[in-house]
């Protein structure tokens, strides 16, 4: 872990690191964070700041600072968990059954409000204003969205918009932060193959379902390596297949389910009628009729030009153009709605670290963070956030290295 200058004193960091432990032991579900929420707000109550509750059913936010007339800059941080059974034994493990912060969203609320506690400090100060988002349900429920058509935006229109995501894919200590789009288009497909049953030695007189459901598997992945140009990046998975009841039996039916994502706007929209003429075409060579339902559930997350360079300066400053990293992703962001909206960036601190153990993917039950990165999230989101209110952009970085790593 490479040091640099932390605005955060001894009694600080450990706040923020028993604070992110109390959100762990304590995950919710989308649109339930209920006690994170309440801890949210009487934290921001507790500084001197008048929190909003309730936007987007249980999603909250603020304003630091008061000059109206200087620019906005938005801090977002999410909050909610999973559906995942945490490893046991941990001392600030989840205390709820089936329930886990498998993703990081407690170090990025605790991080953001210790990010809006350093602020409110120079509050008279700035020359602009804060806005501060909590929001809920970022795991493919739409939270960003429940928020802005309960009138996040609508009475403060923010100039920029900075977010982070922890990740333990990279070392503690590095910053990755990429322009362009850097997190995918997530789409979910759920597809009911309809055959005939019977039994497993009589073939000719039913219609196998598995046989066609495996069909379906091998020819979609042929929308990532026949029909998607090879420079933009595709991923096709199958992610349930549930068929059949016995050895001898053939299945009259099966459930598959799955995701496409991709990068690029143009290979986006094909998407659902590929999806849908492989299917259509696979099962009509089999004889079988078929369900699809086909949703978008993430759109791509797009990080402007000039505020990724705001971002990777603030972080050059910070710890070094060595420790600035380039890194995109597949995954989902639902901070994509708001980059949507606003010019923004979202970027990534590394929380991964080898000799401490911690090298589990999100989403997985044995997933953590090294807290010891949680300082630099801080850091730079406060330091983003003053850069972009006083236009201080000075372009320290050297260039940014190949991107596409597709
Ligand atoms: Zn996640
Ligand atoms: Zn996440």
Same mark, same amino acid.
């Given at each position: 872990?490479?040091?640099?200058? !932390? ?63 200087? =620019? ?10 999973? /559906? ?42 700035? @020359? ?15 939270? %960003?969205? /429940?928020?802005?058509? *309960? ?6 229109? @923010? ?12 070392? !503690? ?11 995918? /288009? ?14 497993? %030695? ?12 495996? %069909? ?8 990532? !390596? ?45 998407? =659902? ?26 759109? @791509?997350?797009?990080? *402007? ?7 990777? !300066? ?19 962001? *639902? ?25 589990? @993917? ?22 983003? %956030? ?21």
């Amino acid at each position: 872990m490479n040091t640099f200058e !932390s605005s955060l004193n001894a009694n600080e960091r450990q706040d923020l690191i028993d604070l992110r432990r109390d959100l762990h032991r304590h995950p919710e579900l989308a649109f339930e964070e209920t006690r994170t929420a309440r801890v949210v707000a009487e934290r921001l109550q507790a500084i001197g700041l008048e929190p909003r509750t309730g936007v987007g059913v249980t999603g909250v936010s603020t304003v630091i600072g008061n000059r109206c007339d200087g =620019p906005t800059v938005m801090l977002r941080a999410d909050m909610d968990a999973l /559906a995942v059974s945490e490893v046991p034994g941990r001392p600030y493990g989840s205390r709820y059954e089936g329930l886990m912060h498998a993703c990081g969203h407690d170090a990025h609320t605790a991080t953001l409000l210790t990010a809006c506690s350093l602020l409110q400090r120079e509050a008279d100060t700035l @020359p602009g204003r804060v806005l501060a988002v909590f929001q809920p349900a970022e795991e493919g429920r739409g939270g %960003a969205n /429940a928020m802005i058509g *309960d009138g996040l935006l609508d009475d403060i229109t @923010p100039d920029a918009a900075f977010g982070l995501h922890y990740w333990s894919g990279f070392e !503690s200590g590095l910053v990755a932060v990429t322009p362009g789009p850097v997190m995918g /288009a997530v789409d979910e497909f759920h597809l009911t193959i309809k055959g005939r049953g019977g039994h497993g %030695a009589i073939p000719h007189t039913a219609v196998d379902a598995v046989v066609a459901g495996a %069909a379906v598997v091998g020819a979609l992945q042929t929308i990532v !390596s026949r029909r998607s140009d090879p420079l933009g990046a595709v991923v096709c998975t199958v992610g349930e297949f549930h068929a059949g009841t016995g050895f001898n039996i053939i299945a009259g039916e099966a459930r598959l389910s799955g995701t496409l994502r991709c990068y690029d706007q143009q290979i986006w929209e094909v998407l =659902p009628g590929q999806v849908e003429e492989v299917v259509a075409g696979v099962c009509s060579a089999h004889g079988c009729e078929f369900d699809l339902d086909y949703t978008r559930v993430d759109i @791509p997350l797009v990080n *402007d030009h000039d505020m990724t360079m705001m971002v990777r !300066s603030t972080a050059c400053d910070l710890i070094g153009a060595d420790n600035v990293i380039d890194f995109r992703t597949l995954g989902g962001e *639902d901070m994509a709605e708001f980059l949507k909206r606003v010019p923004g960036c979202y970027f990534f601190i590394g929380a991964g670290n080898e000799e401490k153990g911690i090298t589990a @993917p999100h989403h997985n039950p044995g997933f953590d963070l090294d807290e010891d990165a949680l300082p630099l999230g801080v850091e730079m989101l406060v330091r983003t %956030a003053k850069r972009f209110l006083t236009q201080g952009q000075a372009a320290t970085c050297p260039p940014i290295g190949t991107k596409d790593k597709a």
